[in-house]
C-alpha cells in the first residue's frame, strides 16, 4: 500500500485566469483576455485536477480509514471486541470520473496524462464497486450474520483493487504533477504581467508550500522517522515559503489593491489564515527536531496523525486545507 498520507490536493487554474479578467463572459465563451483555446486547456486540466483531489481526498481517507482498522495483508485483521463504521464515497462527489474522462480526446492533448485517465476510470470504478459492497455489509452488520466470511471475501477483493488502483494512480500523480508545474508556471507569470499582484503571491505561496512538502516525501520522511529529515535541505524550501507568505500577508491588506483586483477580501482573508496554519505546521517539524523530540508511540498507533502537531502528516493535511481555500477565491 503506497503513502497514502503524503498526498496532496493540487491547485485549480481556472478561478484565477477568469478572476483576472475585467470583462464578463457567457456560457461558452471565453472570459475576456483570455483566448478559447486558452479556456479549453484551463478546463480540461482542472478536470483532471479534480480527480486528482477525489484520489488524494475523499477516496484516499475510505482507504486509510478502513486499512488502518483491518490491516493490508490478504487476511483482515478483526478484533476481538469489533467495531466499525464504513466511510463511503459520495456520488456527487464520483461525477469528476467521468467529467475527466470525457475529456480524455479533447484539445489540446496532455500526452502523458490523457492515457492514464483513461486507464483509471475503469480501475478506480472497480474500488469504488468493492467500497459500496463494504458499505452495505457493515452497514447492516452482515458480520454477526457469517461471521466475517463476506467480509473475508471483501477484504481480499480490495486489497487486489488497491493494488491495481495504486499502480495507474501513481503514475497519473507524476504525470499531473509534471504537467501542474509547467501549468502554474505559466500562470504566474500571466498573473504578474497582468499586476494582479494578490493573486500572484497567493500562487507562489501554495508553489512552493507544495515544494516543501514534496521535499519531505522525496526524502522520505514520516510521522515515524522525523527526527532523520535533512534539515538543511528542508529550510531551503521552508524558507523561501516562509518569505512568500510574509509578502502575501502584507499585500493582502493592502484594501486599495484588493479594489483594484476585483480580489474578494473575504475569500483572501480565508486563504491567508489557511495559509499562515499550514506555514505554522511546517514550523513545528523544525521545532520537534530542535527538541529531538520523536513522536509519541500512542500518536503513531492513532488514527489522528493528520492532528499530531510537527508531523508531515499534519503539514501535508493543513496544506491540502489551504489548496481548498486557495480553490475558492474569487
Known sequence: M????????????????????????????????????????????????MLNNLMTGRINEVLVHYFEKFGVDTQPVIDENFSFIMLDVAETEREVIDKANGYTASQPA?????????????????????????????DSKGYVDDDFAKGKQLH?????????YETVASQYFTALQKLGNEQRQAELQKLKDADQQIRYNALKFMIDAEATAIE????????????????????AKYDIMTADLNALMTISKDKERIQKEG????????????ATEAKAAASKIIE???????????????????????????????????????????
Request: aromatic share 8%.
Open 156 to 164: 481480499t477483493k480490495l486489497v487486489n483493487a488497491n493494488l491495481a
Open 110 to 138: 496532455f500526452a502523458n496524462a490523457d492515457p492514464l485517465v483513461t486507464k483509471l476510470t475503469p480501475v478506480i470504478k472497480d474500488l469504488l464497486s468493492v467500497l459500496d459492497d463494504m458499505k452495505a455489509y457493515y
Open 288 to 330: 520537534r527536531i530542535n527538541k529531538k523530540e520523536p513522536v509519541s508511540d500512542s500518536d503513531l498507533s492513532g488514527q489522528f496523525l493528520h492532528t499530531t502537531d510537527g508531523t508531515p502528516e499534519n503539514f501535508n493535511y493543513l496544506l491540502s486545507k489551504a489548496i481548498e481555500r486557495y480553490n475558492e477565491m474569487n
Open 263 to 274: 480580489v474578494n477580501s473575504f475569500s483572501i482573508g480565508n486563504y491567508v489564515n489557511a
Open 216 to 235: 519531505l516525501d522525496e526524502q522520505g520522511i514520516t510521522a515515524g522517522n522525523v527526527l532523520q529529515l535533512d534539515m538543511a535541505k528542508f529550510k
Open 2 to 49: 503506497r503513502k497514502l498520507s503524503s498526498v496532496i490536493a493540487i491547485i485549480l487554474l481556472v478561478a484565477m485566469l477568469s478572476a483576472c479578467s475585467s470583462g464578463t463572459s457567457t456560457m461558452g465563451q471565453a472570459p475576456a483576455g483570455i483566448t478559447s483555446g486558452e479556456s479549453k486547456e484551463i478546463e480540461k486540466y482542472n478536470a483532471y485536477v
